[in-house]
């Protein structure tokens, strides 16, 4: 399985930007996946989630100005980030969740593929 991300550039606070994660070796209609994001000097930070069914999840932090989706036929997942703020600043990284654990969380050991990231810097 390979997870890749793509999309992530350096805007200026306000702007938007459209992260993309595009999987092989998998079927997205099965899978429930996430969004993680690290900036330097701080802790993981799960970002959203969504379902095998649709269901969506966010961090207080992002609630309102990030949409999760995912496009089955493509095998693609999505994050549109709009109304970016510097504190928006990290890599950002896609994740597989275990199919066995239930309804997707935030718990980082049950998400069992992860890509290598995408950096998103945002200047004030």
């Known amino acids: 399985v390979q997870l890749v991300e793509s999309g992530g550039d350096s805007v200026q606070a306000g702007g938007s930007l459209r992260l993309s994660c595009a999987a092989s070796?998998?079927?997205?209609?099965?899978?429930?996946l996430g969004w993680f994001r690290q900036a330097p000097g701080k802790e993981h930070e799960g970002v959203a989630t969504?379902?095998?069914?649709?269901?969506?999840s966010y961090a207080d932090s992002v609630k309102g100005r990030f949409t999760i989706s995912k496009d089955n036929a493509k095998n693609t997942l999505y994050l549109q980030m709009n109304s970016l703020k510097p504190e928006d600043t990290a890599m950002y990284h896609c994740a597989v969740y275990d199919a066995y654990a239930g309804r997707c969380s935030f718990r980082e050991d049950y998400y069992d593929y992860w890509g290598p990231g995408t950096q998103v810097t945002v200047s004030s």
């Open positions: 969504i379902d095998s069914d649709g269901s969506t």
């Open positions: 070796g998998y079927t997205y209609s099965s899978l429930s």
